[in-house]
């Protein structure tokens, strides 16, 4: 069993700063993919990065130069750094992880509420 989650949610006026973190914990394979996605209301859920247990790191168009992923593997924690916030940025966000890469077994947490205000 896998668990996933969230925090540091909250609301920011725009052009802010956020990070999110994402504490994992139970049978999480060595070789896996960690990833944060959002889903706004109304909207389906949207990729947003990756990261490889190699270390490999991969990026959304939208947020591409604004958000950066990056892991704590001492405290096995994914963490999304998120600058230069917009208001179209509200959503809930999720992380994942893929047990054996991006074909495995998926878990995903909670979810954490961001809100950008204008």
């Known amino acids: 069993q896998v668990q996933l989650v969230e925090s540091g949610g909250g609301l920011v006026q725009a052009g802010g700063s956020l990070r999110l973190s994402c504490a994992a914990s139970?049978?999480?394979?060595?070789?896996?993919?960690m990833g944060w996605y959002r889903q706004a209301p109304g909207k389906q859920r949207e990729f947003l990065a990756t990261r490889t247990s190699g270390g490999i790191t991969n990026y959304a168009d939208s947020v591409k130069g604004r958000f950066t992923i990056s892991k704590d593997n001492a405290k096995n924690t994914l963490y999304l750094q998120m600058n230069s916030l917009k208001p179209e940025d509200t959503a809930v966000y999720y992380c994942?992880?893929?047990?054996?890469?991006?074909?495995?077994?998926?878990?995903w947490g909670q979810g954490t509420q961001v809100n950008v205000s204008s």
């Open positions: 139970g049978s999480i394979f060595s070789i896996n993919v």
């Open positions: 994942n992880v893929r047990n054996g890469g991006y074909g495995g077994q998926v878990y």
